[in-house]
């Protein structure tokens, strides 16, 4: 399909003005683009440009359901579950730094344990932990996650491995969280 074509399919005068509102999310080796774009319908398009078709296309009624949709089927790209849900946890941290899902928190500020869960993993404090992860993760969107991380107190002992415990409570510390994290003093 010709770009021009795809575009007004889209509900677009043309391809420029499509590429005026579409938000590249990730840039796959081979040049691929993965998109979400708001349609002047209102609703919300997510799309890559490896091959331009209409057929291609999914839709959805708000954009934090289409770029949920964008990170699990780029993370079904990473083949170790680890790796999975780290980029998936990184997507929501991102998504939490926009105007924290549309400027408002009903979760008592709980969201704060994402980042600080992110930057523990990714440190060689929570390689256990990451490591274990592997062994379960099977690709939730961001927002699964979220309600799962956020809904309610923090339980340390289903996420992080019991040697790593430690290390987590004086990273909790450091972020001033201990509010949302459950079990500080085990």
Same mark, same amino acid.
């Given at each position: 399909?010709?770009?021009?074509?795809?575009?007004?399919?889209?509900?677009?005068?043309?391809?420029?003005?499509?590429?005026?509102?579409?938000?590249?999310?990730?840039?796959?080796?081979?040049?691929?683009?993965?998109?979400?774009?708001?349609?002047?319908?209102?609703?919300?398009?997510?799309?890559?440009? /490896?091959?331009?078709?209409? @057929? =291609?296309?999914?839709? %959805?009624?708000?954009?934090?359901? !289409?770029?949920?949709? $964008?990170?699990?089927?780029? /993370?079904?790209?990473?083949? @170790? =579950?680890?790796?999975? %849900?780290?980029?998936?946890?990184? !997507?929501?941290?991102? $998504?939490?730094?926009?105007?924290?899902?549309?400027?408002?928190?009903?979760?008592?500020?709980?969201?704060?344990?994402?980042?600080?869960?992110?930057?523990?993993?990714?440190?060689?404090?929570?390689?256990?932990?990451?490591?274990?992860?592997?062994?379960?993760?099977?690709?939730?969107?961001?927002?699964?996650?979220?309600?799962?991380?956020?809904?309610?107190?923090?339980?340390?002992?289903?996420?992080?491995?019991?040697?790593?415990?430690?290390?987590?409570?004086?990273?909790?510390?450091?972020?001033?969280?201990?509010?949302?994290?459950?079990?500080?003093?085990?």
């Amino acid at each position: 399909m010709k770009k021009e074509n795809f575009a007004t399919k889209l509900g677009f005068e043309n391809w420029r003005k499509l590429s005026e509102v579409n938000t590249e999310l990730f840039l796959e080796s081979g040049d691929i683009s993965w998109y979400i774009t708001e349609l002047p319908d209102g609703r919300w398009a997510a799309w890559d440009d /490896a091959e331009v078709s209409i @057929n =291609r296309v999914q839709y %959805f009624y708000d954009r934090h359901e !289409a770029e949920d949709f $964008q990170v699990v089927g780029f /993370a079904q790209k990473i083949e @170790n =579950r680890a790796e999975q %849900f780290m980029f998936v946890l990184r !997507a929501l941290a991102d $998504q939490l730094d926009r105007p924290h899902r549309e400027g408002h928190c009903e979760h008592a500020g709980r969201c704060e344990v994402i980042p600080v869960l992110a930057g523990f993993l990714e440190s060689p404090e929570g390689a256990k932990s990451l490591d274990s992860f592997g062994n379960w993760y099977s690709s939730q969107t961001p927002h699964d996650l979220f309600t799962e991380l956020a809904s309610g107190d923090f339980r340390s002992t289903d996420w992080i491995h019991e040697d790593e415990l430690p290390a987590w409570y004086e990273a909790v510390k450091v972020a001033k969280i201990e509010h949302v994290v459950m079990g500080m003093a085990e």
